[in-house]
């Protein structure tokens, strides 16, 4: 079981930054994969980004690459998600998550999520 609390969310003007954080307890967090997705009003949940258990693989939707970084850090049991260069389309509230495989990711799907964490960008 791996239980999820994300933190960071705001309001934000458009071309602003933001980070985001996840803490996740449980003594195996470094065997997960990690990763964001977001449900923003009136759409589809979206996948963002996901990182590999160790940090050496990390992948991004077309939509923020460039601009969010993830990262994380296993002493800590945190992962984190650098948001610069926001825009008013990155408004949604942001879920961290977390599976076993990053395989997963790539089909939004998803073993664990957090409570979420809103973000507004405005123009």
Known sequence: QVQLV???????????????????SGRTFSTYAMGWCRLASGKEREFVSAISWNGG??????????????????????VYLQMNSLKPEDTAVYYCTANIGLS????????????????????
């Open 104 to 123: 997963q990711f790539m089909r939004n799907e998803y073993d664990y999520w957090g409570q979420g964490t809103q973000v507004t960008v405005s123009s």
């Open 6 to 24: 994300e933190s960071g969310g705001g309001l934000v003007q458009a071309g602003g930054s933001l980070r985001l954080s996840c803490a996740a």
């Open 57 to 78: 693989m990390t992948y991004y939707a077309d939509s923020v690459k460039g601009r969010f970084t993830i990262s994380r850090d296993n002493a800590k049991n945190t």
